[in-house]
């Protein structure tokens, strides 16, 4: 089974910071999402990865197969940015296993 | 709006109780998931259906069942509730070739089980 490790568990920055949650993974995955999940709980797919890099607005999410880990990037950090951000690792049809998650709060 | 529809929000209930939640997956998408996230657990996988028929099992309890109709919204059964049973619980749907998607699944608002 795959083991889902995430760091930091918790994060306070200040507005405008450049940001970086890294996870890492035991086994070989078909493909590595990063949810974002706001205080009111919704959650929401911010990434799907399975090679290389994907950037979306001021989040850039990066893997690295070969080292079994990712990262997910913000700049120009806002308050808004506040959150939890999980990791999540998929391997061919077995279900996501999750990382913990890392709180994220963005101090203006 | 995620597409994804879960009912209700919230709910209390009482120990021993039995409560359904209800998930409409996005339009288009023929699996469902059913999660659980506790406050010490974080997110567990429950079950998964595709097109009405279970496809994977997770750490989901005997007092625990769940099915998918054939307009392919889901409910998730929950007997003889305890007091730790109280978490969120999520579902997500997904396109199995993830055609419609850059993202894979879509997570729906969840629904907050609180029992005393």
């Known amino acids: 089974k795959n083991e889902v490790e995430q760091s930091p568990q918790n994060l306070t920055a200040q507005e405008g910071e450049f940001i970086t949650i890294n996870c890492s993974y035991s086994?070989?995955?078909?493909?590595l999402h990063w949810l974002q999940q706001h205080p009111g709980g919704g959650i929401v797919s911010l990434f799907m990865?399975?090679?290389g890099k994907k950037k979306h607005g001021r989040l850039i999410a990066t893997i690295n197969i070969q080292e079994k880990h990712s990262s997910l990037h913000i700049t120009a950090s806002h308050p808004r940015d506040s959150a939890v951000y999980i990791c999540?690792?998929?391997?061919?049809?077995?279900?996501?296993?999750f990382g913990k998650g890392t709180r994220l709060s963005v101090i203006a | 709006d995620s597409g994804v529809t879960q009912t209700p929000k919230h709910l209390i209930t009482a120990t021993g109780q039995r409560v359904t939640l209800r998930c409409s997956p996005r339009s288009g998408d023929l699996s469902v998931y059913w999660y659980q996230q506790s406050l010490d657990q974080g997110l567990q996988f429950l079950i998964q259906?595709?097109?009405?028929?279970?496809?994977a099992k997770g750490n989901i309890l005997e007092r625990f069942s769940a099915q998918q109709f054939p307009d392919l919204h889901s409910e998730l059964n929950l007997s003889s509730l305890e007091l730790g049973d109280s978490a969120l619980y999520f579902c997500?749907?997904?396109?199995?070739?993830?055609?419609?998607?850059?993202?894979?699944?879509?997570f729906g608002s969840g629904t907050r089980l609180t029992v005393v």
């Open positions: 259906y595709y097109n009405g028929e279970e496809r």
């Open positions: 997500a749907s997904s396109d199995p070739n993830f055609s419609g998607s850059n993202y894979g699944y879509t």
């Open positions: 086994v070989g995955i078909s493909a």
């Open positions: 999540a690792a998929e391997s061919g049809n077995t279900p996501l296993v």
């Open positions: 990865l399975s090679s």
